[in-house]
């Protein structure tokens, strides 16, 4: 799938040494969380497929989120915490503070 990105996300991609195919790989495989109007995937160790637990490459996306508009195409930004990214997502309210939306 052709995703778009933005200039943000391009920019910290290229600071946290993330290609494009790598990214991918995490909205495959990655847990899905919808948090404060935009959709977060966040891959943990658990999400790796079992021929992937032992792959340098594969490991060292563990705790990479890609966090995505709404419209699940456009990618806002990317960025890694391995120890607490999860909590921080989870923290997150689950609706858009503007409109006051919530998931369903």
Same mark, same amino acid.
């Given at each position: 799938m052709s995703y778009q990105w933005t200039d943000h996300s391009k920019r910290q991609a290229a600071r946290r040494g993330l290609s494009h195919d790598e990214?991918?790989?995490?909205?495959y495989y990655a847990s /899905?969380?919808? =948090?404060? %109007?935009a959709i977060i995937y966040y891959l943990r160790e658990v999400d790796l497929p079992l021929v992937d637990h032992n792959q340098q490459y594969a490991c060292r996306l563990i705790g990479t989120a890609v966090v995505m508009a709404r419209d699940q195409r456009t990618i806002i930004t990317?960025? /890694?915490?391995? =120890?607490? %990214?999860?909590?921080?997502?989870?923290?997150?309210?689950?609706?858009d503070h503007l409109k006051g939306n919530y998931w369903e």
């Open positions: 990214l991918e790989y995490v909205l /899905r969380h919808h =948090r404060a %109007g990317v960025w /890694r915490n391995r =120890r607490s %990214g999860l909590k921080h997502i989870l923290r997150k309210l689950e609706r």
